[in-house]
């Protein structure tokens, strides 16, 4: 059977094929992993100029509180994430994950206080499970709509704002993690100061009628290009952020996952709402004392990129292992290959060696802190 026979395809698809865009199977869709110029060139522009991109595969998912009151569906969510949601303003947006009962990642996703509902945007291999997950939990107080009628763009680089700034001048108002309803070609679009790049942008809900008319306007500047899901995924590991999956699991907790900034005071041990949300035992005890393995940057010496499920040892000889590679490839920027990996805590420390098993080879690593490159955001 073809690779993408049945296969989902976004608004924009046909946009994609005419630009020569390289389409492969990805959670479920028909995306593009690349276009003429290539990952290498993709990357690069995106940090020096604007990336569009195509991420209308996400989930945006409406949770409406049935009383009426946003508080409601705020304190209803953090019964299924470790997240301050009450405290979260209107037009502001937040970093959180669903847990499971022994603490690990169900899924990691972007919270929208909407003023009288909350909007969150989960990844795309999980989104029918997360859906399913909320029903489940909070349809006592709250509707859960997984918007089908809905494109999602990504507008990432420093020039991002000078981009969208052509269509509404107000962009430059906006500050990280700012959400607003403004107008872009005569339809009302989502936009939030944020994205998985490492680089100043914005992410922008968009009518699926307008998606292609949208994603051609922002092309049509000098200084935006399309850039597929190759080039993501290099911009997103220079930038040291988890791809659910690969770097988080359901196996993976908060602490593991170096994630854990994302739990607020209020939601910790002595918090006006400590707890209440799965695995709380393990994740408050973790905050409080540590864990036995956490999620950290690799340097692998050379320029060839040590790649994903790699095996990695605490020696040359391949006598002590202590992991795998989770994401691995070339960053363009740092000119050199990038790594993440779980490994014990004794092996964490920046500036460890390690050693990774390579085609019989045993390849010397060495440990860094994360992000490996500085980000951007516009605070």
């Keep these: 059977m073809d690779d993408h026979t049945a296969l989902k395809r976004t608004p924009l698809y046909d946009l994609h094929v005419s630009l020569g865009a390289k389409m492969v199977p990805f959670a479920g869709y028909d995306m593009p992993v690349q276009y003429p110029a290539g990952v290498l060139k993709e990357h690069l522009f995106t940090r020096s100029d604007a990336g569009l991109f195509d991420v209308s595969h996400m ?9 009426g009151k ?23 947006q937040r970093y959180g994950f669903f847990t499971n009962d022994s603490g690990g990642i169900l899924d990691d996703l972007m919270i929208t206080n909407r003023g009288d509902h909350l909007l969150v945007v989960v990844n795309a291999a999980c989104k029918d499970a997360d859906v399913a997950h909320m029903k489940a939990h909070l349809s006592d107080n709250c509707t859960v709509e997984l918007l089908e009628d809905r494109a999602l763009l990504a507008l990432q680089g420093p020039r ?29 679009c989502i936009v ?28 049509s500047h000098p200084h935006c290009a399309p850039i597929g899901l190759g080039a993501r995924d290099s911009l997103r590991l220079e930038a040291g952020l988890c791809l659910y999956g690969n770097d988080i699991d359901t196996t ?27 695995g709380a035992d393990r994740i408050l005890g973790e905050l409080e004392n540590g864990a036995s393995r956490r999620r950290v940057g690799l340097k692998p010496d050379g320029k060839a990129p040590v790649r994903s499920h790699v095996n990695l040892y605490a020696d040359a000889e391949g006598k002590t292992e202590i992991g795998e590679v989770a994401s691995g490839t070339f960053g363009p920027t740092v000119e050199g290959p990038v790594a993440m990996a779980m490994l014990p805590m004794a092996y964490t420390a920046s500036g460890t060696q390690i050693f990774a098993e390579v085609r019989g080879k045993y390849l010397p690593l ?3 802190d994360l992000p490996f490159v500085t980000p951007t955001y516009k605070r």
Excluded: C
């Design 192 to 219: 939030s100061r944020s994205g998985y790049s490492g680089e100043d942008g914005f992410e922008i809900s968009v009518p699926n009628h307008k998606a292609v008319a949208l994603a051609k306007a922002l092309l």
């Design 70 to 92: 946003v508080e409601d569906a705020a304190l209803a969510l953090e019964t299924l994430v470790p997240v301050d949601i009450l405290g979260l303003k209107p037009g502001r």
């Design 252 to 278: 993976t907790t908060p602490m593991e996952g170096a994630i854990e900034w994302g739990i607020q005071k209020v939601r910790r041990k002595g918090g006006a709402r400590e707890g209440g949300f799965p």
């Design 160 to 188: 991002a704002e000078a981009v969208l700034g052509e269509l509404w001048a107000g962009v430059s108002g906006m500050k990280f993690m700012d959400v607003r309803e403004i107008p872009l070609l005569d339809v009302d």
């Design 59 to 67: 989930g945006q998912v409406l949770l409406t509180p049935k009383s």
């Design 366 to 368: 060495t440990v860094a």
